[in-house]
């Protein structure tokens, strides 16, 4: 290369990732500088018209609402039925005699890159099948506990998902990793089954034009161009926990019809865009799940719309990338998600030092949803903020666990 070529190189360089940064305005960390804005009704029609009665929700408005986040959020979830066919890998007594252990594996037709292994403890002592905390988690099923027998996922793992411990493949050193994060033993004293999904066995979580996952298994054939509201990852992983759930209705050790959902981070909007568009779960917590999850967009503090599609262009459709830097263009936001999930119980939490998912953004979508709660005469939505970071600690387990015995 010549000097001069190199020279106009360097150059450039700078102005590349200035285009690139332009897309987004810098981070706003000052509530004097969140924009004002007002938020669409949840209990208003796209035409104006008022929801005046439960049925009216029930049969328009709540349909209008999943409908408008497909479109414009996290894409539509393919209608497209596929075979998905179940089979036991092992199964053994867990904790000193509390628990069953089991791993099984769900294989789905035209899915190329392995089955997807669910992980689901079930606490003996309960007579009859168990309620249960349902999650996705990070690092693969062996990284919730200790325990040698939780067979090594072999799922491509990301180094940011992985905690930089490892690049693309799981290894011993991520063996109870998260264990922190799942005291599983507690919850089964409780009396809940615990099951969990590694959620790069349903999409790995990288850009590759979704050509992995359970994408070539659902989307349509031939290919083609992608439509603006092709689901993305957020809504893949929808699907996965809706596949966990079918295996569950199935299952004797576990009560389909009591299942929380839990999810933490991008897994907590995973859950709360599962809760919306699968009515059978019972409850749904979402755990610091920030922009793209119980955060108003509108307010632009923390983590941004623009941000997010930029960093993570795989997880929501195209057409919420025509939403940057352009919120209050939006026909939704994230308070109706919540809503969708009415009357069915929801807790929000959020925690204090974890300005990128903005807790007062998650606070004030739940006190929007609310109405909607009302509405339909639920009192089940709570919103939590515990001191802290980004994190799943032990006192956000007493508030799962107290919530779900009281509301399910
Ligand atoms: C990033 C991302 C967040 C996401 C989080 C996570 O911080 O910007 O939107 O919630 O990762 O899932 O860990």
Redesign the pocket.
Known sequence: MTIARYLLLLALCPLVGGIARAQDHPVNYDEAKVPAFDLPDPLVMEDGTPVETPEQWRKHRRPELLRLFEEHVYGRTPKRSVEVSARMINECIAFGGLALRREFDLSVAGKSDGPIRLLIYSPRAVEGPAPAFLALNFMGNHSIQPDPEITLSTQWIGSRAGHGIEKNRATEASRGRLSARWPVERILARGYAVVTVYYGDIDPDFDDGFANGVHPALDPEGGGERKPNEWGSIGAWAWGLSRALDFLVEDEWVDASRVALLGH???G?TALWAGATDERFALVISNN????GAALSRRCFG?TVAR?NR??PHWFCERFRSYNNQESRLPVDQHQLIALIAPRPVLICSAEEDR??DPLGELLAARAAAPVFRFLDSASLVHRLRPGKHDVTDEDWTAYLEFADREM
Not at 289 to 292: D, I, L, Q
């Open positions: 981070s991008r897994l909007k799940s920030g922009c793209g983590e997010i960093v993570f990128w998912a």
